[in-house]
Each structure stands twice: as C-alpha cells, then as structure tokens.
C-alpha cells in the first residue's frame, strides 16, 4: 500500500499552520478591532492638537509680543469661570489619556502580533507596502522619546541649550525660549529628525485609521485618503518645521 506523506513536510521547505483557535486570553474589550478603534481615535485627537499647535508656533513669525500674548492667551482663556490654566489642563488631561491609549493599544497590538507568529518565516521579504506600516513602530517610540525631551525642554523644567544665552529672561519667555534654543544647530537637527518622523506616522496614520474607521471601500476614497494622509504628513510637519528653519537661518530673532 502506498503511504500518504504530508507534501510540505515531505518537500521539507513550507511550514503552513491554520488554526481556528483564538490568541490566548483574548477577550472581546481586547479585541483587535477595538484595539485599533482606540488608536485610530486617540490618533484623531492628536491630529488636531498637532494643528492648533502648529498654528500656534507660526505666531513666531510675528514676532516677540505677538507669541508670548497667544501663550498667555492659552492660560488666561475662558478666566474667570475657568481658572487660570484651566484649558491647558483639559487638554493635557485629554492629551495624557489618548496618549496612554494610542501607546497600551499599539504595544498590545504588537505583542498580540509576535505571538500569533511563534515559528519564523523562512525568507522573510518586506514589500514596499509595509515599509511604513513596519516604521509607525519605531517612529511612534521616535516621536515618544521626543515628546518626552520636548517637554521637559519647553513646558516641565524650561532649559535653554543655548550657552550664549542663558538665565530667566530666556527660560520663562516662550518666544526668547524658542529663538535661543532654535540657534543652536544640533537641536535643530533633532527636531528636524522628529518632524520626519511624524510625516511618516501620519501619513500611514491616516490611512490605517481610514481604514479602521471603514473609510476606505471604494477606490475613490482610497485615493482620497492617501492624498489626506500626505496632506497632513506635508501641512503639519512641514508648518512646525518652518520655525526652526527660520531660527536657525537668522530670519526670526
Ligand atoms: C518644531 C516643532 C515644535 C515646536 C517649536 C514646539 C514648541 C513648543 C513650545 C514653545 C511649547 C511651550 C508652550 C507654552 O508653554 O506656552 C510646547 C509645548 C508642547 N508641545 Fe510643542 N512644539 C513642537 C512640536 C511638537 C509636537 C510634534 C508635539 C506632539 C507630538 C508637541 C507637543 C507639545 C505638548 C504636549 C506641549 C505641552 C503643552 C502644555 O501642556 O503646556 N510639540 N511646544
């Protein structure tokens, strides 16, 4: 009698695993698609506080008073039924929840996605498809590492890089702050660095959150949302990098 040989085994080169069988501990809050529900959302509101506060940051093109009078403006809106600071905190507060979210969901999602793969791929080829998806990883914890330098160089502790100028003068000035800091090259570099980073997680941010959200099921609405998705990659981080670039060339001082 003939015996039968599992063809793949036999070949001893494709190693092909079907299961019907859910990821270990997986429950339905946990749920990919609510997963990506909550990092496309949060992702959204991120989105518009990147825009306000890239318009904001164009303000230093009008110079010195005009800057300092919107930062203070963000404290002193809505005085006195709100306290001073009181809009700032709700959108730290809002800011600081999305961004618990975004980060819990994405590690989730990556884990979840580790695991599913527990044998390798033999020939592992990454099509130009998944060139971004594979950079919204490192990107986000490229972004994170500067959101964390970002505030404590500008918001928490206030420091100027800048020896030449230095002293509470430029440290408690938002606009003298900027100028000093933007003069120095290095740091202009890393904000440059970071601003590249976000062009490329929110190009693929949208699309991914377009598609999550079901915004994408015919071909015109695919080609809208690509266009949506460099569209906001060029306005927001190009608008935040003209401040820098201005500073650095001597154009706002
Ligand atoms: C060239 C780019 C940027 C510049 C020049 C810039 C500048 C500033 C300045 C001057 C402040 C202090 C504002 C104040 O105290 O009134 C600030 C705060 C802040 N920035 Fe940026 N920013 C940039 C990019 C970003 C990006 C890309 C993000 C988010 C990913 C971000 C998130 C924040 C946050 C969360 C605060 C704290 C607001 C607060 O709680 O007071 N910034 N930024």
Not at 6 to 17: M, Q, R, Y
Not at 41 to 63: D, E, K, P, Q, T
Request: proline share 2%; hydrophobic share 50%; with cysteine.
């Amino acid at each position: 009698m003939l015996a039968v040989q599992e063809p793949a085994l036999a070949a001893g080169t494709v190693t092909c695993v079907a299961t019907t069988s859910l990821v270990k501990g997986a429950r339905a809050s946990r749920s990919t698609i609510a997963l990506k529900m909550m990092m496309a959302g949060s992702g959204l509101i991120f989105i518009g506080f990147v825009l306000l506060h890239m318009y904001g940051n164009l303000r230093a093109f009008w110079g010195h008073d005009d800057f300092d009078r919107y930062a203070e403006g963000l404290r002193t809106f809505g005085t006195p039924d709100l306290p001073y600071g009181g809009l700032l905190w709700i959108i730290r507060i809002v800011l600081i929840v999305s961004l618990v979210i975004h980060v819990w969901s994405a590690a989730t999602l990556w884990r979840r996605a580790k695991r599913a793969r527990t044998v390798k791929y033999q020939v592992k080829k990454n099509k130009a498809s998944t060139t971004s998806s594979r950079m919204m990883r490192w990107g986000g914890v490229t972004i994170l590492l500067f959101l964390i330098w970002h505030l404590l160089e500008f918001t928490i502790v206030k420091v100027s890089v800048n020896p030449d100028h230095q002293g509470a003068n430029v440290t408690q000035d938002p606009y003298n702050l900027i100028v000093a800091s933007f003069q120095v090259w290095w740091l202009t570099l890393i904000y440059l660095v970071a601003m590249a980073a976000l062009a490329m997680h929110l190009h693929h941010g949208v699309w991914s959150a377009s598609q999550t959200l079901g915004l994408t099921n015919s071909e015109r609405s695919r080609v809208f949302t690509k266009r949506l998705g460099i569209l906001a990659a060029v306005v927001i981080a190009g608008g935040f990098s003209l401040v820098p670039i201005f500073v650095l060339v001597g154009v706002i001082s």
